[in-house]
């Protein structure tokens, strides 16, 4: 398809420079935002010729001057950072400064279910978001991944990992949805090129779903070591999105095998194989950091 120029917000965090890379591969020319253009993050996007430019959220000058004059729009935001409270005024100041660039198509990244009142903090969050853009009128669409399975490799899990557990506030046999963020970065970037296709229409994206036991055993084999999984406290580790009873009775609801069979581009890994091909030697280096992942769902 003719090379879009398409404007990339969180392109130095995982989900956006994962995005930045496949829109790049794609032969498309690539606009990222940051607020450190000088991290090694950067750096690496410049040397994939990818164009780098300075700019925060909360100075709407500075998004539009990056976003003008391109054919779409990625746009994320974070609660981690400040609250879910930051997360909805700084969603709301950028994709209005989206529509004041006059970019034409806006693809926000939300979460699986947020639009279903759930009562998670960072699920409502992003739903204050999805409402506001749609109020604006601009065209947009919106992926909704579920739980990333790159939170596996966070500091906080690989922790737990290293004594032996796999702990989450969950029941041990509730289903979890998971996907690669490699796999959501793929599916964003048709919804990018396929805008008739995709304009208007939210999507809840998932490729697995596992119990916590499940998953332990699956970590256990791909790095050769014991891991059980261990039911913890809700006001402890990922805590946030489980500190109410929605996912006490509730799982993701998403339909894989439809997302398999409509978009055969996407990877759609297993947690097996995608926990395959890690480097798992972290749990063995007591002193190593695996650095921030995200953390979605």
């Known amino acids: 398809m003719k090379p879009m120029t398409v404007f990339v917000s969180g392109a130095t965090g995982q989900q956006g420079g994962a995005l930045a890379r496949v829109l790049c591969e794609r032969g498309h020319r690539v606009r990222a935002l940051t607020r450190e253009p000088d991290s090694p993050a950067a ?38 950072e400040e609250g879910p409270d930051a997360e909805v005024r700084q969603g709301r ?6 529509e004041e660039a006059a970019v034409p198509y806006i693809v926000y990244s939300s979460v699986a ?31 909704a991944p579920v739980f990333f399975m790159e939170n596996f490799r966070s500091p906080a899990f690989v922790s737990a990992l290293r004594d032996g557990k796999l702990a989450m506030a969950l029941s041990p046999h509730r ?12 599916f964003t970037a048709l919804a990018i090129e396929r805008r008739s296709e995709f ?36 006001d402890g580790l990922n805590a946030d999105w489980a ?16 997302l398999r069979r409509e ?17 798992w030697s972290v749990l063995t280096a007591a002193a190593a950091s695996p650095g921030a992942e995200p953390k979605q769902g």
């Not at 500190?243 to 439809?258: G, M």
């Not at 978009?263 to 480097?279: G, I, N």
């Open 199 to 234: 304009e208007g229409k939210r999507i809840d994206i998932g490729a697995d779903e596992l119990s916590g036991t499940e998953a332990a055993g699956i970590l256990a084999d791909a790095s050769g070591r014991r891991i059980a999984y261990e039911e913890i406290q809700r």
């Open 243 to 258: 500190k109410n009873e929605w996912f006490s009775r509730e799982r993701y609801k998403f339909d894989a095998p439809r």
């Open 175 to 186: 289903p979890l949805g998971m996907i690669a963020v490699e796999d959501v970065a793929t």
């Open 113 to 143: 279910n947020a639009d279903l009142e759930t009562g998670i903090p960072h699920f409502e969050s992003k739903a204050r978001v999805e409402r506001h853009l749609a109020f604006l009128g601009v065209p947009y669409s919106i992926v």
């Open 93 to 98: 100041e950028l994709v209005e400064a989206l």
């Open 43 to 80: 750096q690496e996007l410049r040397r994939l010729g990818i164009e780098v430019a300075r700019g925060d959220f909360e100075d709407p000058e500075s998004v539009i001057r990056a976003a003008r004059n391109a054919d779409a729009a990625f746009a994320v935001g974070t609660p981690y």
């Open 263 to 279: 978009y055969p581009e996407v990877p759609w890994r297993t947690l097996r194989e995608w926990a395959a091909a890690q480097d």
